[in-house]
């Protein structure tokens, strides 16, 4: 099979084509002929060798799939031959073919393609486990989101605004990315690099600052978040694209009471991921189905064109996900 290699650690162009053999399931996986597979931040941590993957995974970047099954290992139950899926693998996805477990596969959701079903797992399940399941978020709470016309930003502005958020807040960095993340639900949009997101912040709730805040960015964010931050606040943290927080002053985090909390999705076990896809279904699919809530596709490129993929990712201008390719024909 054509499958996408990191050469070593570098820029975009260190992802090349290569031929590996195709995977072979246990008896708990199944075999998925990729139609389409999601590019997400952790895959640009990867390529940067920031982020290895875990123990028994495999080196091929890709972290979100859907395509169909054309084979099924013997103890897999939930599924046969020809069912049209997505899942959340623990890297492999940059490939025409990958092993999941059956825990974190599920069938396509109603109404979705397949470029748009590949950006659902991974995001998805990544804003629903720290903003609702850790974060404890709820209807009437105020949020603030951290590149907001991200895959993670665009996907946790939707579901906070149909879980009913009394003031979605998110950091863009230009006026189409303002204009994308008010469309999809923000009440502002604030150009972080024309405005401070902290003073923006306290004139938007009078002073009471926000009371959850997810956080991709990290860095000297950080301090930053716990100025924003209201009493009792949440900060989530779910990646760290700007690096250690340097300097940081820890008596706000005291005088407010806030909880920090941080967290990966990759190395958790597929049960606990069994448990979050679960929960989606039961929560968020009823709003898929009904089309009030739909993965943003910004671009797709084909398999080969990963480097471009990243290329583009790296620029900061899409708003929402980027999606590789791998059929001439993808359904839709």
């Not at 404890?136 to 939707?158: C, D, N, R, V, W």
């Not at 600052?209 to 000297?220: H, K, R, S, T």
Request: proline fraction near 5%; include cysteine; glycine fraction near 10%.
């Amino acid at each position: 099979m054509i499958s996408i290699e990191i050469l070593h650690p570098g820029g975009p162009e260190v992802l090349v084509p290569t031929i590996r053999p195709i995977p072979t399931p246990n008896s708990e996986e199944v075999l998925i002929k990729i139609h389409a597979a999601g590019v997400n931040g952790p895959d640009v941590l990867q390529r940067r060798g920031l982020y290895n993957p875990p123990s028994g995974a495999s080196d091929i970047p890709g972290l979100e799939i859907a395509g169909e099954i054309i084979e099924v290992g013997n103890s897999v139950t939930r599924f046969k031959r020809g069912d049209l899926v997505c899942a959340l693998i623990t890297g492999g996805g940059y490939a025409e073919y990958a092993v999941a477990n059956q825990n974190v596969t599920l069938l396509l959701p109603k109404g979705l393609s397949m470029i748009e079903a590949a950006a659902l797992p991974e995001t998805f399940m990544t804003v629903w486990l720290n903003l609702f399941q850790r974060g404890k978020f709820q209807g009437g709470e105020t949020l603030l989101i951290h590149g907001g016309a991200s895959g993670i930003g665009t996907t946790a502005t939707m579901l906070a605004k149909v879980f009913g958020a009394s003031k979605i807040i998110t950091t863009v960095s230009s006026k189409e990315h303002q204009a994308a993340s008010l469309r999809l639900g923000a009440n502002h949009a604030i150009n972080y690099l024309q405005e401070d997101f902290v003073e923006k912040v306290e004139e938007f709730t009078d002073g009471k600052g926000v009371d959850v805040i997810l956080d991709i960015i990290a860095g000297d964010y950080v301090a930053r978040n716990y100025k924003a931050a209201a009493v009792d606040g949440r900060i989530l943290q779910v990646s760290v694209l700007k690096g250690a927080a340097k300097e940081l002053d820890l008596w706000p985090m005291l005088i407010k009471r806030l909880t920090h909390i941080g967290s990966t999705l990759r190395s958790r076990s597929s049960e606990e991921k069994a448990a979050i896809i679960g929960e989606l279904e039961r929560n968020v699919w009823p709003f898929i189905e009904k089309g009030r809530i739909k993965p943003n596709i910004f671009r797709t490129f084909s398999l080969q064109d990963a480097s471009k993929a990243h290329e583009l990712i790296d620029s900061g201008i899409h708003i929402g996900k980027i999606v590789l390719t791998t059929c001439a024909h993808v359904i839709d």
